[in-house]
């Protein structure tokens, strides 16, 4: 999960009850909420991934698994689309960038975990033995797009451009001129076609670019930043959203199950469930004890979530079997992910203790 620094703002004495700020910026403490809630989602819906795989999606081989799996995978969905609307919140909202010079430190703090991480999964499956490739040909695709096992990392490659451009708008708004964010985002625009042409004229298979973002994430991001930005109050009856919350993930399971697994995050399911948590969430008042825990958990979440595969691979994997009954399947599950969130974060922890958050996450 993105570890983006405009969310955790300074905190100001004098903040009210909905942890507005009396004279500066507020620390939004919803928004830490939020991450840390996204960044578990994500952990269940990957540990669930491993039930439903090892019936190869079929409930035939194993129905306690498959649904066990499935059900897990239909309470996540919302939660890539939170990510993007997070960072739409944070640019255009919440610490819109002062100039280009500190959107491009942004940028390069987001850059270093990011490869970094890479490497790591890369010389983990080789030392495991599990590359399907030889391990350079995939540092040079990752350079690209993510590879396996670093499949989590797909969506910095989404994320890390969006940022850029949102930045980049605001920074010609406020009538400065970003040079450098203007020669990476130009970059990206033309990287797929100069990779084509190069293939066409040499002969040679170039790697896929997964560099770019869709219309589904922009409008999640612009969205997003609309809707965290509501003032506290906005949203007076949230009873409809329960309501809705839980009928968006049945529409979710249903998908997955009857149509193409994995649903697409710019179905309206997965719309209509990111619209009722952000509204659920947003402008939550955090009692001020949980407050610091609160922060010290959020701004680990980035580390947990480039670290939690490496559990789900290691511990998850050889322990999930298709031939489990339903509620053992279940409390398998249940008890997997504990494990999971407890070392990725404990782990992330103690690497930023050992100050490391930059390279690490």
Not at 119 to 145: C, K
Not at 214 to 224: E, I, K, N, R
Not at 337 to 360: E, P, Y
Request: charged letters at 15%.
């Amino acid at each position: 999960m993105p570890n983006e620094t405009a969310v955790r703002l300074p905190q100001q004495k004098g903040s009210d009850p909905a942890g507005k700020s009396a004279g500066a910026r507020e620390h939004r403490f919803d928004v830490d909420l939020m991450r840390l809630l996204c960044s578990a989602t994500v952990m269940l819906g990957h540990v669930g991934a491993q039930f439903i795989t090892s019936t190869g999606n079929d409930a035939a081989n194993g129905s306690g698994s498959y649904w066990a799996g499935h059900v897990a995978e239909a309470v996540n969905p919302f939660a890539v689309p939170m990510y993007f609307a997070i960072a739409g919140w944070a640019v255009l909202v919440g610490a819109p960038p002062k100039d280009g010079a500190r959107m491009w430190k942004r940028f390069v703090r987001n850059m270093v975990p990011l490869f970094a991480w890479t490497a790591i999964y890369l010389v983990w499956a080789w030392l495991r033995d599990r590359n399907d490739e030889p391990m350079t040909e995939l540092a040079v695709d990752s350079l690209f797009g993510s590879v396996q096992p670093a499949y989590h990392l797909w969506f910095m490659y989404n994320y890390i451009p969006i940022i850029l451009f949102l930045a980049f708008a605001m920074l010609i708004k406020a009538g400065q001129r970003p040079w450098r964010l203007g020669v990476v985002l130009l970059g990206i625009a033309v990287l797929p076609s100069v990779l084509n042409t190069y293939a066409e004229v040499s002969g040679r298979e170039m790697p896929s670019v997964a560099w770019g973002f869709g219309t589904y994430s922009l409008v999640y991001a612009v969205g997003g930043a609309l809707l965290f930005s509501l003032p506290a109050g906005t949203v007076r009856w949230r009873w409809p959203l329960l309501a809705l919350l839980p009928l968006t993930m049945a529409g979710c399971l249903w998908y997955n199950t009857q149509v193409h697994y994995v649903i697409p995050n710019a179905h309206l399911f997965v719309a209509a469930m990111s619209i009722c948590v952000l509204l659920l969430i947003s402008r939550i008042r955090v009692p001020e004890k949980r407050r610091p825990l609160l922060q010290k958990l959020a701004g680990a979440a980035l580390g947990a979530y480039m670290v939690h595969v490496l559990f789900v691979e290691e511990l998850v994997r050889p322990l999930v079997e298709p031939d489990l009954g339903g509620p053992a399947a279940g409390l398998l599950l249940v008890g997997l992910l504990l494990v999971v969130v407890t070392l990725s974060f404990a782990t992330s922890l103690l690497w930023g203790r050992l100050n490391l958050r930059r390279l690490l996450g």
